[in-house]
């Protein structure tokens, strides 16, 4: 008999769902957020709100199927508002939805230790997937910057406890 | 095999999820779209989130004029505003004029020589941004019915911020001179080197293609050179902040921008650019007519012109703005075409030859292009002689 290992309790792996409001409305938000802010404070660009929101609704859902599906869409959304070609966040996004998912299973992403680990990993994923894309199949000439990606990843992470916490509310037991 | 994807169905979905997003990016790759025509999805998206951006700008702004209205003396607010937008305009003339200047004095042999003038400016306001370090694009609240097109400058009282990409109805995309698919031609103010400013990943700015043999001194202005044909010559860049020898012998020149790209909240977009010939020194002010006829007399020919010409000319006499005007002490012509006449056979015919004729005539061609009188200034007429009387 196979038996799948996880380390969350019985507790940890309860699924939550959303109402279509927040499921329309915190993604738009995100972006808008992520648009409009860094006009005024341009050290919020080191963000990537659209990301935390799609990790938040991976690990929440914990369903792989949904988590790629609002990582593409968000990336896509994301991209449409760049001049680059359409497809470098959807894809870093629609990964890093499908590992979030997959790893929510797994792992108690309920505390804020595992949380903040989540956006810093993931932060990196993310931008590993981007990094790729973006040299091999888009054309762009990119340059890895380890300090900053250290940097962005750390802040990610600390936000994502903030996030999490806030997003919270408008989750409901499925 | 169904019993393959059933048990794989999550991956079997993220591939497929992958593969049509890299196949889509490999196609927009591949066959990139026309400059100001852009996919429906980004339209859709732009055109969702940009009247958002836009009430969010307007709602805190409001608050913010509210909140500072009540705290601060309203008219001394409404001045001070006022005497910085009229500075900030100054500034960007001053410079433009310096620049002038310094053109006029090193072309100044250089006949038919044309310089690039703003025309006409379109004030924006920055409502939202990319969100993305790899894509450093503002949106402004100015569009296409607004008269903006793609690949205009956009520049603020600083200095040039970047160019139109994109326009859409109600708003525009703006691509900052510090993203790196950016490039302006560029000018050093002092040594006169010219290269291509560039952005970068991490959103620094530099200029390229310089000679490493050339001296470049930190500190040095850096302007528009006007090769790109966007931004206009002459508009401040911002200053060299270090100097190292880069790739391919070419300097590796840092520029910190004269504009603050990370606290822009409005900006003008060159609307119109018109090219015109630099007036020299001596045409710089207007001329009186007395002195046109003055400079113009001694090249006349004295020879009478025939009599058919005489009569050709009389109808445009009789339209001149002085036309109407009474003739004091001068004797009246015989005819008011004789007026012509009388001012081709010599100096003694000054006086009832000028008097009749429009400044249209008076300022026709000599060998360069004199300006018509202020508007302010009328027209000076020679005095009329008494003793010298309308030729027959």
């Given amino acids: ?174 | 095999m169904e019993n393959v994807l059933a048990r794989y169905r999550n991956t079997t979905i993220l591939v497929a999820v992958l593969f049509v997003q890299i196949i889509g990016l490999a196609v927009q790759v591949k066959k990139p779209t026309d400059a100001g025509s852009m996919l429906l999805i980004r339209y859709w998206v732009v055109s969702a989130i940009t009247p958002l951006e836009r009430a969010v700008v307007s709602t805190s702004r409001g608050f913010r004029n509210v909140w500072t209205s009540y705290l601060d003396l309203r008219d001394v607010r409404a001045e001070n505003r006022a005497l910085k937008e009229q500075i900030d305009h100054m500034r960007i003339d001053e410079v433009r004029l310096k620049q002038d200047a310094d053109q006029a004095r090193r072309l100044q042999a250089l006949l038919a020589f044309k310089e690039q003038v703003i025309s006409e400016t379109v004030a924006a306001q920055v409502i939202g941004s990319s969100g993305s370090e790899q894509s450093r694009i503002l949106y402004i609240d100015k569009g296409a019915n607004d008269g903006i097109q793609p690949d205009m400058a956009v520049i603020s009282p600083g200095g040039i911020v970047g160019k139109v990409l994109h326009t859409f109805r109600h708003s525009s995309q703006v691509l900052e001179i510090s993203d790196q698919s950016s490039g302006v031609g560029a000018i050093l103010e002092k040594s006169r080197l010219q290269g291509i400013l560039k952005g970068s990943a991490g959103g620094e700015v530099s200029m390229q293609y310089v000679m490493s043999d050339e001296k470049v001194e930190p500190g040095e202005r850096v302007l528009t050179s006007g090769g790109d044909r966007i931004f206009p010559k002459g508009l401040p860049i911002g200053n060299v902040t270090a100097v190292s020898p880069g790739r391919d012998l070419f300097l590796n020149i840092r520029i910190k921008p004269a504009a603050d790209l990370s606290r822009l909240e409005e900006v003008l977009v060159i609307t119109r650019i018109v090219d015109r010939e630099p007036e020299s020194a001596d045409t710089g002010g207007p001329m009186r007519a007395a002195d046109i006829l003055a400079q113009r007399l001694p090249t006349v020919e004295k020879k009478a012109p025939p009599e058919g010409e005489k009569t050709a000319a009389t109808p445009a006499l009789s339209t001149g703005p002085s036309a109407a005007k009474p003739k004091p002490e001068a004797p009246k012509p015989a005819t008011p075409g004789t007026a012509t006449q009388g001012a081709e056979r010599g100096s003694s015919t000054r006086a009832a030859g000028s008097e009749s004729r429009p400044l249209a005539d008076v300022t026709k061609p000599t060998g360069r292009p004199a300006p018509p009188p202020a508007p302010s200034q009328p027209v000076v007429q020679p005095p009329a002689q008494p003793d010298q009387g309308a030729p027959q």
């Avoid at chain 1, 996880?6 to 940890?12: D, L, M």
């Avoid at chain 1, 938000?29 to 050290?43: E, G, K, N, S, W």
């Avoid at chain 1, 903040?116 to 994923?125: A, D, R, T």
């Fill in chain 1, 1 to 174: 008999m196979n038996v799948a290992v996880t380390y969350t309790s019985r507790e940890e792996i309860e699924v939550y769902k959303f109402s279509a409001l927040a499921t329309v409305l915190i993604p738009l938000l995100a972006i808008l957020a992520q648009v409009f802010v860094p006009v005024r404070l341009r050290f919020f660009s080191v963000f990537d709100l659209p990301l935390l929101v799609t990790l938040f609704f991976a690990v929440a859902r914990r369903s792989q199927v949904s988590g790629l599906m609002t990582g593409a869409v968000i990336g896509l959304l994301q991209d449409a508002l760049t001049h680059q070609p359409l497809g470098l966040y959807g894809i870093a996004k629609t990964v890093v939805g499908y590992g979030a998912s997959s790893l929510g299973v797994k792992i108690d992403v309920e505390n804020p230790g595992s949380r903040l680990l989540i956006g810093f990993v993931f932060y990196w994923v993310h931008q590993a997937v981007y990094f790729l894309v973006a040299r091999n199949i888009g054309g762009l000439s990119l340059e890895w910057r380890w300090l900053h990606a250290f940097g962005a990843a750390l802040a990610n992470g600390l936000l994502a406890i903030v996030v999490f916490a806030i997003l919270d509310r408008y989750k409901q037991r499925a």
